[in-house]
């Protein structure tokens, strides 16, 4: 019943631009925390921004902050990762992970790929010249 729908990854140049979404299916993410992870080749997977619909807590990676922006539409039971400015480093496979939360969580915690519950398919994100 729950799904995360993963769609916005494919191939820029650096220093471009892309917005990923990841909407909800079967579930309110209103009451979700929203995770945004990303694996290159031979690097282990990282977390790079997340949100906490509990109290609109945002933490990023220090290697996005400043060009990476996540941010929820309630409306659309969406969460989207804005990625400006990118770098060849950014490129991996980007997923969308969620869990269920009743308060305020750490960002250590909510920056760890164990804490979520649900994850979506990936996609791809190629920053290349």
């Known amino acids: 019943q729950l799904q995360l729908v993963e769609s916005g990854g494919g191939l820029v140049q650096p220093g471009g631009s892309l917005r990923l979404s990841c909407a909800g299916s079967?579930?309110?993410?209103?009451?979700?925390?929203i995770g945004w992870f990303r694996q290159a080749p031979g690097k282990e997977r990282e977390g790079v921004s997340c949100v906490n619909s509990f109290d609109g807590t945002t933490n990023y990676a220090n290697s996005v902050k400043g060009r990476f922006t996540i941010s929820r539409d309630s409306a659309k039971n969406s969460v989207y990762l804005q990625m400006n400015s990118l770098k060849p480093e950014d490129t991996g496979i980007y997923y969308c992970?969620?869990?269920?939360?009743?308060?305020?969580?750490?960002?250590?915690?909510?920056?760890?790929?164990?804490?979520?519950?649900?994850w979506g398919q990936g996609t791809q994100v190629t920053v290349s010249s």
């Open positions: 992970a969620a869990v269920k939360v009743w308060s305020g969580i750490s960002a250590g915690r909510m920056m760890s790929q164990t804490f979520y519950d649900y």
């Open positions: 079967g579930f309110t993410l209103d009451y979700y925390a």
